[in-house]
C-alpha cells in the first residue's frame, strides 16, 4: 500500500525559510516525486518535481531560485526546501508520487498547511 505523509508545515514571516519533508512507503527508487499547492478556491498547482531516474528536477517560474526539491532514496524522502518565503506561498502543499517521470502522479499525501504572514 502506498502511504505519503508529509511534514514540516507552519507559520513563518516572509522572507523567512521552511523546509517539507515527505515521507513515502510502498515505492520509491524509479518514482518521480513531486510538490503541489493549493489554496481556497484555486486548483491545486505544480511547485516542483524530481526525476526518480536522474533526470533532474524542474520548478514553477513562481518558486524558481527559491525553491529546491531533492530527494533521499535511502530513507524514501523527498524535501521541499523554501527560502525567501513570500505571502503568496501561503497554501496547503501535497506530496505526490508517479510510477515514472512519464507517468499521471497517481499517489498524494494528506496535505501540511504552510502559512507565511507579511
Known amino acids: 500500500q502506498v502511504q505519503l505523509v508529509e511534514s514540516g508545515g507552519g507559520l513563518v514571516q516572509a522572507g523567512g525559510s521552511l523546509r517539507l519533508s515527505c515521507a513515502a512507503s510502498?515505492?520509491?527508487?524509479?518514482?518521480?516525486m513531486g510538490w503541489f499547492r493549493q489554496t481556497p478556491g484555486k486548483e491545486r498547482e505544480f511547485v516542483a518535481d524530481i526525476s526518480g531516474t536522474g533526470g533532474g528536477a524542474n520548478y514553477a517560474n513562481s518558486v524558481k531560485g527559491r525553491f529546491t526539491i531533492s530527494r533521499d532514496d535511502a530513507k524514501r524522502t523527498v524535501y521541499l526546501h523554501m527560502d525567501n518565503l513570500k505571502p503568496e506561498d501561503t497554501a496547503v502543499y501535497y506530496c505526490?508520487?508517479?510510477?515514472?517521470?512519464?507517468?499521471?502522479?497517481?499517489?498524494w499525501g494528506q496535505g501540511t498547511q504552510v502559512t507565511v504572514s507579511s
Open positions: 510502498g515505492i520509491f527508487g524509479a518514482f518521480g
Open positions: 505526490a508520487a508517479r510510477v515514472s517521470d512519464y507517468d499521471q502522479y497517481n499517489y
